[in-house]
């Protein structure tokens, strides 16, 4: 039924080719038009393109003409010669239909789907041309430095004949070449570089000249579904060094868990021989029970998987993980894990310890590794009448020591299980000169300067035997989906994005609009071959690189892991074969390997094939059809003089680029970009699936139908299943992985958006003070608040006395003097009693004005200024990143953890900007623009002299201003015999003296050594 509907009305990629049809064929009349006009006037076009622009008309009013004037640029350029990436490139290119189409989608801020090897890199240009005409920058995203370089120059010649600057922004520039680079009209980058400038801009600057980027107008997101899907499970956080780090634990621990690991190991094995004895003897509860240990004990223990293999073995471990799931069986399940030393949940890469393991880990004090009960221990103390409070704050202070101790203790534990048990080297990771560097999972390169967080990096480290970072602490970060969403407008191409168009559209709101190819694709895809296990796949592999080798048919093998590569390489050097490895071990030389992957006999092995940026030409005896046939517009459907389809003919002489993928990822789209590597511009081409039992997205998510339509068949050791039914059965699988990663995307993006409201309004107060060159005003904004604030708290209070307490406040916050009669006298109009001493700090900070450098006076607030918010803002980013990881629990509640989260922090933000306010405040008076020595002088002046001098600033006479200025000018003038004063910005001062301390050190976040269980920052720090 849906079908014949399609037929009435066509499909929605039908529909919108449709409606852009007349376009198209107005760009080209236009652009047929301009071929007549001299060089100058066609190079003079953007000029008048930005004159009717400045007019009031619209991009949409000339779109049509900026294309043409690309297209006609791309024509005049026809064999030009000039550099890219150090290779001298002629440039032969001039846009077809599909193309415009492309383009127009683009413009329309829309997915452009385009197969690969239609020119997705020639259709940004225009798009990009027309969206930069306005003067705002426009940008385009890539997925690594080189693509970004060579794109740049690659196109550059279009736009250098246009008179449009490009730009482009590398991993290794500083701040004045990237303010430079964006400057340009278009500027080309990867996405982890906008993200981290934008994060700099906003989060790091000090002043306007550290500011970089210039707006977020327009973007072009290549290999979009990567960038926004794939790389956005992993926000962007700008880290630095943690004031306390317990990267020392992971090698203390190291030794007991690799013994309990082994323990675990030994377990299992012995669990898995039971299982098996148990099956001969039809023991079907007692084998299952046992599977199941081995299952949630060490899923990937060698002689688990080999018996996995039997297919009937697999379904009774699938039945019983299905069954313990019940609450009936719950007690039970519970039990049966108890008996191992730490369970492993595979599927959601978490591990912890069992009441076995702890005891097992420090037999002599099993406790050690339990963490105690905080909230017991704290009500018993406040019950305890018999101590006074200061003995109480330090038992307190006691019991959260040794809880966060324990805590700490017990996650490097977890983390260094997961270390060994889940994250395998060469698979997420590889190591190289003694550093461990993390694998992306979908495109198999290595992303330096990239950690797991949580000490998870720390615990491989360790594991390796590789040197242990220091722990960082998160100074700014931000989301993937919430950095691309501040752009005004949005567009993205790739080849592979109907799959995952819901996404796209409920989260960037993009439309996904499916161009057709130039000429027909002209693959043949076989069906899956299945196999029980893997070492059948391998060997089927092989024969058929073999096969394609022999009769000179290039081949590409596309793997999901580094590991499995090199097995592959293994085997092939075993056979004498010889080929070129892609992976995260050499992606250097990635741009070369792929170019030669075309060439007759060719055999390259590539880690994760999707979007690496560089087409695979055919070389020469590649191809055995006639050149005329790839010209043509014939369908693999069509016959040919003989009756034979041209899927026959290619079927019965095999020729073109030959994928193979060695098993099925976990989504979809990278299938199709792996087999969208061969039969770009209508040349032949085919490709294979290999798939096994044994692979992870059959063994964890869609193996039960396979594994019993095997057994059923009775097949033998080396044979084959294929079917396009079962092809289906693949699909479902990854559909249900693809909306289980959707489903944690969209929930790290709901909590992250609680997180964005807050970034913005921090973001934006600081980008107001960083472009502002003057920020007295905020300072006296800020004084405003913190008094405003205290005043309506006097007054809502309204006991006896209150007045006393916000005099004495005062005091110790201002260099002013207020007495509490004064106060009591506004009792009846609060508002008067905030104005009144408003205007006395205002004066008295207008009084400190006149006294520093009036040339550094407007660097010292906006440092001040800047230096309270990123201090809080970053307690508060650990503070958020604790509450984020705590408040799942709820749930066990009956509370919802998101709410619980929206909730909590909301609460938490109000206190961040309290917090601020207070902090510039405080620091405002207690600030100078001379050196320390001299700021300790004065603080160390009589307090009874500073309080009867300077408390008379909040209403100070002429003549008592010039006693007060006397007096600071005294203190100045013993100062000056001693030390020479340095002002902000001055030279270099005189070598301070060697101050020794007499008592330990007191982290700002320590607990305050006075005993009132505030940080130290909070108390006596603050002053």
């Not at 020119?119 to 890539?142: E, I």
């Not at 090698?251 to 012995?270: G, I, N, S, W």
């Not at 000179?552 to 490895?581: F, Y």
């Not at 306010?917 to 002088?937: G, H, M, N, P, W």
Request: glycine share 6%.
């Amino acid at each position: 039924m849906l079908a014949f509907f399609k037929t009435i009305i066509g499909t929605k990629a039908r529909r919108d080719v449709k409606r852009m049809r007349p376009l198209i064929r107005r760009i080209n009349e236009i652009e047929q038009r301009y071929q007549s006009l001299s060089e100058a006037e066609a190079r003079g076009k953007t000029a008048e393109f930005k004159e009717r622009l400045a007019r009031g008309q619209t991009p949409d009013d000339i779109a049509c003409e900026a294309f043409a004037a690309v297209k006609n640029a791309c024509r005049r350029l026809l064999g030009a010669k000039h550099e890219v990436c150090g290779n001298v490139e002629t440039w032969d290119m001039v846009p077809f239909d599909v193309q415009l189409m492309g383009g127009l989608s683009l413009h329309q801020g829309k997915i452009a789907e385009m197969a690969t090897g239609e020119g997705k890199t020639l259709v940004a240009t225009m798009p990009l041309y027309l969206n930069a005409l306005s003067g705002d920058n426009a940008h385009l995203v890539t997925v690594n430095d080189y693509l970004a370089r060579r794109d740049a120059q690659w196109m550059g010649i279009v736009y250098e004949f246009l008179g449009v600057s490009v730009g482009c922004i590398q991993n290794t520039m500083n701040s004045e070449e990237r303010r430079r680079e964006y400057g340009k009209d278009i500027t080309y980058g990867t996405n982890s570089e906008f993200g981290f400038d934008y994060l700099r801009d906003n989060g790091m600057a000090y002043a306007p000249e550290h500011l970089v980027q210039r707006g977020y107008h327009y973007a072009i997101v290549d290999e979009v579904d990567s960038i926004l899907i794939d790389e956005a499970r992993t926000p962007l956080i700008i880290s630095g060094p943690s004031p306390v780090s317990a990267s020392h634990q992971y090698f203390d621990l190291k030794p007991k868990v690799e013994r309990l690991v082994r323990l675990q190991r030994d377990l299992c094995a012995r669990f898995v021989q039971e299982a098996k004895d148990a099956i001969e003897k039809g023991e079907e509860w007692a084998a299952q029970t046992r599977l199941y240990q081995v299952c949630h004990g060490m899923p990937k223990h060698k002689q688990f998987l080999h018996l996995l293999e039997e297919p009937t073995v697999r379904k009774l471990s699938e039945q019983v993980d299905d069954m313990m799931l019940t609450d009936m069986r719950k007690e039970q399940a519970r039990a049966l894990r108890e008996e191992l030393y730490f369970t492993i949940d595979e599927r959601g890469h978490d591990a912890s310890l069992t009441e076995q393991g702890c005891e097992a880990l420090n037999p002599s004090d099993p406790n050690s590794f339990v963490l105690p009960d905080i909230m017991s221990g704290m009500s018993q103390l406040d019950g305890d009448h018999s101590l006074s409070d200061s003995e109480k704050n330090r038992k307190r202070q006691h019991i959260q020591k040794l809880f966060a101790e324990k805590s700490e203790r017990i996650h490097a534990v977890d983390q260094l299980i997961r270390a060994y048990c889940l994250y395998e080297k060469d698979v997420e990771y590889v190591v190289q000169a003694n550093q461990v560097l993390i694998v992306d999972e979908f495109t198999g390169r290595v992303l330096p300067g990239r950690r797991w967080s949580d000490g998870l990096h720390q615990a491989i480290e360790a594991k390796e035997g590789a040197q242990i970072e220091r722990e960082t602490q998160t100074l700014a970060t931000i989301t993937i989906q919430n950095y691309f969403r501040m752009y005004k407008k949005l567009a993205g191409m790739t080849g592979t994005a109907e799959t995952e168009a819901s996404e796209f559209r409920d989260i960037y709101g993009l439309d996904v609009a499916v161009i057709p190819t130039n000429r027909p694709v002209r693959r043949v895809d076989h069906n899956d071959a299945i196999y029980k296990t893997q070492r059948e796949k391998y060997k089927a592999i092989i024969d058929e690189i073999t096969d394609c080798h022999e009769r000179g048919q290039p081949t590409l093998v596309g793997t999901v892991a580094v590991d499995t590569s090199e097995i592959i390489s293994r085997l092939l050097r075993r056979a004498n074969i010889p080929h070129n490895v892609l992976n995260a071990k050499n992606h250097e030389q990635e741009a070369e390997i792929v170019r030669r992957a075309g060439q007759a006999g060719a055999v390259t092995i590539a880690t994760n094939m999707a979007g690496r940026g560089t087409d695979i030409k055919l070389g020469q005896g590649v191809v055995a059809i006639e050149r005329k046939v790839v010209e043509s517009s014939a369908r693999l459907t069509d016959r040919d003089e003989s009756g034979k389809t041209l899927r026959q003919i290619l079927m019965d002489t095999p020729c073109g680029l030959h994928v193979i993928g060695s098993e099925r990822h976990e989504a979809r789209r990278i299938d199709r970009q792996l087999r969208g590597r061969c039969a770009r511009q209508g040349d032949p081409g085919s490709s294979r699936f290999y798939v096994s039992l044994e692979d992870n997205l059959m063994r964890l998510f869609g193996s039960e139908r396979i594994a019993g339509i095997m057994s059923r068949l009775g097949l033998e050791e080396g044979q084959q299943l294929e079917h396009r039914w079962l092809n289906r059965s693949i699909e479902r699988a990854q559909r249900r992985v693809e909306q289980h990663n959707y489903m944690i995307r969209k929930r790290t993006l709901q909590y992250d958006d609680v997180m964005n409201k807050q970034r913005e309004i921090i973001y934006t107060f600081r980008g107001d003070v960083v472009r502002n060159p003057n920020a007295r005003q905020h300072i006296y904004d800020i004084l405003n608040d913190v008094i405003a604030t205290r005043v309506e708290q006097w007054a809502a209070d309204g006991h006896e006395g209150g007045e006393t307490a916000l005099a004495d406040w005062l005091r110790g916050m201002f260099p002013i003097g207020v007495r509490a009669e004064e106060i009591k006298a506004q009792a009846d109009n609060p508002d008067a009693a905030a104005d009144l001493i408003f205007d006395r700090v205002k004066r008295a900070y207008d009084l400190k004005v006149e006294i520093e450098n009036p040339d550094a006076i407007p660097a010292m607030e906006r440092h001040i200024i800047l230096y309270s918010i990123d201090s809080q803002w970053q307690d508060f980013l650990r503070a958020m990143d604790a509450l984020r990881e705590g408040v799942g629990l709820r749930a066990y509640g009956q509370r919802d953890p998101l709410i619980e989260y929206k909730r909590e922090a909301y609460n938490m933000f109000g206190q961040l900007m309290a917090d601020i306010k207070q902090d510039i405040a405080t620091a405002i008076f207690r600030s100078t623009t001379s050196v320390e020595s001299y700021t300790d002088l004065l603080s160390n002046l009589p307090r009874r002299l500073v309080h009867d001098e300077v408390s008379l600033l909040g209403g100070v006479s002429a003549a008592g201003l010039e006693k007060a200025r006397k007096s600071v000018g005294t203190a100045l003038d013993q100062l000056d015999e001693r030390a020479e004063p340095a002002r902000v910005g001055a030279g270099a001062s005189r070598e301070p003296a060697t101050v020794r301390r007499q008592d330990p050190k007191v982290g700002r976040n320590d607990p305050c050594p006075c005993g009132s269980g505030k940080k130290h920052k909070k108390c006596h720090g603050a002053t």
